[in-house]
């Protein structure tokens, strides 16, 4: 199972997060790409060397690298800021090679939320941001994963499985959040079964229907026992991204999640 290092954005540098995780026995992991847990145009090669270096002392690998939403917006109005939202992009899929990291994940975009743009507009500014970076990714060999989020303008599965099935290139799919999902009040069990034929990834952590959280196994509204017999049939548990995210004891809460989803009926190594 891979572990996100999210819980640690503030506390320590990604490589730091990963040395400790690393001394309990987690092997793979999602790094969050923000400043200044890890940022690239921040990072020399120098230090991309040594980070790499230090991956291979503690036999870890960084599977993925999450490029964010907040600050980006490939479907933005404005031909300048998707140019700065692809560029970032671009400068994380050249870490992504640097680290021998096989996927990226990206968000489809925002719309302003009053007198919000028209919607078609926006998906033609992010397909025309996607067919910039779909190329480079490809010619990286590495995989752009779309993930669902409350807050784009494709917060749905079968929206995004739509755009996957647009963009008909398999360097961009999808990693499909389980708590962004259930938070919005989609069955993430019955969308992962229909649509995994475009599900790369699934980020896994519980949340309610009041408060949006990326929390506890077993304390908000989400069917682990459902969603761990979909996960075994579908894109298998290598694939699956822990994002518990509690800056509180963070170690303890990723250690005890891998722990609940055992007692799940999860087959973790």
């Given at each position: 199972?891979?572990i996100?290092?999210?819980s640690?954005?503030w506390?320590?540098?990604?490589?730091?997060a990963?040395?400790q995780?690393?001394?309990h026995g987690h092997?793979v992991?999602?790094?969050?790409?923000?400043s200044?847990?890890?940022?690239?145009v921040e990072?020399?090669?120098?230090?991309?060397?040594?980070?790499?270096?230090r991956l291979?002392?503690y036999?870890?690998?960084?599977?993925s690298?999450?490029?964010g939403?907040?600050?980006?917006n490939?479907a933005s109005p404005?031909?300048n800021?998707?140019?700065?939202?692809i560029d970032?992009?671009?400068?994380v899929?050249d870490?992504a090679?640097?680290?021998?990291?096989?996927?990226v994940?990206?968000?489809?975009?925002?719309r302003?939320?009053?007198?919000s743009?028209?919607?078609?507009k926006?998906y033609?500014?992010?397909?025309?941001s996607?067919?910039?970076?779909?190329?480079?990714?490809?010619q990286?060999?590495?995989?752009?994963?779309?993930?669902?989020?409350?807050?784009?303008?494709?917060?749905?599965?079968?929206?995004l499985a739509?755009?996957?099935?647009t963009?008909n290139d398999?360097?961009?799919?999808v990693?499909?959040?389980?708590?962004?999902?259930a938070?919005?009040g989609?069955?993430p069990?019955?969308?992962l079964?229909?649509?995994?034929?475009?599900?790369?990834?699934v980020h896994?952590?519980?949340?309610?229907?009041?408060?949006?959280?990326?929390?506890?196994?077993?304390t908000g509204?989400?069917?682990f026992?459902?969603l761990?017999?979909?996960v075994?049939?579908?894109?298998?548990?290598?694939?699956?991204?822990?994002?518990i995210?509690r800056?509180?004891?963070?170690?303890y809460e990723l250690n005890k999640?891998?722990q609940?989803?055992r007692a799940?009926?999860w087959?973790?190594?």
């Amino acid at each position: 199972m891979i572990i996100s290092t999210f819980s640690y954005l503030w506390s320590s540098t990604a490589i730091d997060a990963i040395a400790q995780l690393s001394e309990h026995g987690h092997r793979v992991f999602e790094v969050p790409v923000s400043s200044p847990h890890c940022w690239p145009v921040e990072m020399s090669n120098a230090e991309r060397s040594a980070a790499s270096a230090r991956l291979r002392q503690y036999d870890a690998k960084i599977r993925s690298l999450n490029a964010g939403g907040y600050d980006i917006n490939l479907a933005s109005p404005a031909a300048n800021m998707r140019q700065k939202s692809i560029d970032h992009i671009k400068a994380v899929i050249d870490l992504a090679v640097d680290w021998e990291t096989q996927e990226v994940v990206i968000s489809p975009g925002t719309r302003r939320p009053m007198i919000s743009p028209p919607l078609e507009k926006t998906y033609d500014w992010m397909y025309e941001s996607l067919a910039v970076l779909t190329p480079l990714a490809k010619q990286a060999g590495v995989r752009l994963l779309l993930e669902n989020t409350p807050y784009c303008f494709t917060p749905t599965m079968r929206e995004l499985a739509e755009v996957v099935g647009t963009i008909n290139d398999d360097v961009v799919r999808v990693v499909y959040d389980i708590a962004n999902a259930a938070y919005i009040g989609e069955d993430p069990v019955a969308s992962l079964l229909a649509y995994h034929s475009a599900i790369d990834f699934v980020h896994v952590s519980d949340t309610g229907t009041d408060i949006w959280g990326h929390d506890p196994v077993g304390t908000g509204v989400v069917d682990f026992v459902g969603l761990g017999e979909a996960v075994h049939a579908t894109c298998g548990i290598a694939n699956c991204v822990l994002e518990i995210i509690r800056e509180e004891n963070a170690l303890y809460e990723l250690n005890k999640g891998v722990q609940d989803l055992r007692a799940k009926g999860w087959k973790i190594p």
